[in-house]
């Protein structure tokens, strides 16, 4: 009893917020852990084909390494609050970062699929707590009056990171070879465990020994393991026309209802959802979880399209997504500093809006527009997204109490995660049905199709040349109108996420995370 007094005593309740180049080092290698944990769940995507073929089995049976991971690390990631409290934030980070590496290094080194999925699983698990642990943590460093720039810093590296994930894998996989998007890890992970090792100890929080709650975590992983196997194998089993699909639907549903009703009712639950209760929190999640949703899905179809029917190469479609980050650095210290000057809801709001108009902008392409007309959409979206992202954080983490901002992040996050993994899925499938009816649409409209095929074998095509030619114009248009639609529907949930900000009631005091 002694010893626990002695060293509850020897943590600071409120350690001094750090300055000058120690602020600046940490601030860096907590933002650098975010952003090598968000970026691992988009790098593999483009380095399926390399993986496979590197493997031995078929690109179907190599998603699994995209799927693995992104269950693991949505499970993951609502323990952050238990298990914060249950070893230490600081501690526990130095526990996911050295793990995360670890299994990165095993990731790399694998020599079947089997392997590389449990590598890919445990990397997940290791690496989920890693964001809403660094984003707390972030906020304690810095001092109160500058605690939106923390904040700013990890809404940076959470939104830019998916977009340079799959630049970045497919250099590699190009380049070199796929093991390397798991072994640059290694470096980035010496670095952050380094720098919070070296400076974040005095921020420890103290430790509770409360119970694991086994039957909530089993209700967990069956019930996000068993939706989240569903949203990304749906497609290649034509959804509910499966029995599995249908299997995993019932199981995922039924499990999850267990679940809420398991977690409110249990005295230490290990997803504490009763955070809830705090309408601003309620609110304020489900603005982020709407529009994370419709941003994710954009940056999910705009390459495919890209690549697939307009014709660029991965390395231009790179250059034309990568505008979205150059407003998204340059207006996340303006959006942090609005925080506490005026309402927040207004510059949420505005940033929701703002990101709605760009969805627009989006839907006047064509298959033919050229270079700047693609770009300025990503450009300008850029200039909405740290508003969106970092306002929302600040409102939700500040209508709680302070000793629950980490439950709330991590559930924050898991939900942020979950809604781009499901809005992923549902674009992906809505843009294939649509590009089929607009097929079937073009198809029947066609205007003299006999006299344009008439055309091109008489400037030398065979008459199966000549029908792959107009099969290949209608198929681009079909494809171009039906993610055109996708826009739209984004821009529509946009404005949703927008009207929910005004249904949080805006806190006495707006302090990046402290309710007042």
């Not at 593999?44 to 690109?59: E, R």
């Not at 977009?163 to 250099?171: C, D, M, T, V």
Request: proline share 4%; charged share 10%; with cysteine.
């Amino acid at each position: 009893m002694a010893s626990a007094a002695a060293s509850a005593a020897a943590i600071p309740a409120e350690p001094q917020p750090l300055t000058g180049v120690r602020l600046i080092v940490a601030a860096f290698a907590l933002a650098l852990a975010n952003f090598v944990v968000v970026l691992d769940m988009t790098i593999a995507n483009v380095s399926v084909p390399h993986i496979a073929g590197g493997l031995a089995v078929s690109p179907t049976q190599g998603t699994w390494v995209i799927t693995s991971y992104a269950v693991a690390d949505a499970i993951a990631v609502p323990l952050t609050g238990w298990l914060a409290m249950r070893f230490g934030t600081v501690r526990w980070f130095m526990i996911s970062i050295i793990g995360f590496g670890i299994f990165s290094f095993l990731c790399g080194i694998s020599s079947t699929l089997d392997a590389l999925i449990l590598f890919r699983v445990l990397q997940g698990l290791a690496g989920g707590p890693l964001m809403p642990l660094s984003q707390i943590l972030l906020l304690r460093i810095f001092p109160k009056k500058k605690a939106g720039i923390g904040l700013a810093i990890w809404a940076m590296t959470t939104t830019t990171a998916p977009i340079l994930g799959p630049i970045l894998g497919g250099a590699i996989s190009d380049n070199w070879t796929w093991p390397w998007i798991f072994f640059i890890n290694l470096p980035v992970v010496a670095i952050c465990g380094f720098g919070v090792f070296s400076l974040l100890t005095p921020f420890e929080t103290k430790r509770e020994k409360a119970r694991i709650d086994t039957v909530g975590l089993i209700l967990l992983v069956v019930s996000v393991g068993a939706f989240q196997i569903m949203l990304d194998t749906g497609r290649e089993h034509d959804w509910f026309a499966s029995t599995w699909i249908v299997g995993l639907a019932v199981l995922a549903a039924i499990s999850f209802a267990a679940f809420v009703i398991w977690e409110l009712t249990d005295a230490n639950p290990v997803v504490n959802l009763r955070i809830f209760r705090f309408r601003g929190f309620s609110f304020a999640t489900v603005a982020i979880s709407l529009g994370f949703g419709a941003f994710f899905s954009q940056v999910v179809l705009t390459p495919l399209w890209l690549q697939q029917v307009a014709g660029y190469t991965a390395t231009e479609t790179g250059y034309i997504v990568a505008w979205i980050g150059v407003f998204a650095v340059l207006f996340s210290p303006i959006a942090a500093g609005l925080i506490g000057k005026i309402d927040i809801r207004i510059s949420i709001c505005a940033g929701i809006l703002w990101m709605a108009m760009t969805s627009v902008l989006r839907a006047s392409w064509n298959a033919d527009v050229n270079y700047w007309t693609l770009a300025l959409p990503h450009l300008l979206q850029g200039m909405g997204m740290p508003f969106f992202f970092v306002g929302l954080t600040a409102l939700a983490l500040s209508s709680v109490p302070e000793k629950d901002q980490t439950s709330a992040a991590g559930l924050m996050s898991f939900l942020r995660t979950l809604s781009g993994a499901m809005g992923t899925a549902m674009a992906t499938t809505a843009w294939d049905s649509a590009s089929r009816t607009s097929r079937s649409e073009l198809a029947s409209s066609l205007n003299d199709p006999g006299a344009t095929m008439s055309a091109l074998e008489r400037a030398g095509l065979t008459l199966e040349q000549a029908r792959g030619v107009i099969d290949r114009l209608v198929e681009v248009q079909a494809a171009t109108q039906g993610v055109l639609h996708l826009f739209l529907a984004s821009g529509t949930i946009f404005l949703i996420a927008a009207a929910a900000v005004w249904c949080a009631p805006l806190p006495k005091r707006v302090s990046m995370g402290t309710a007042h």
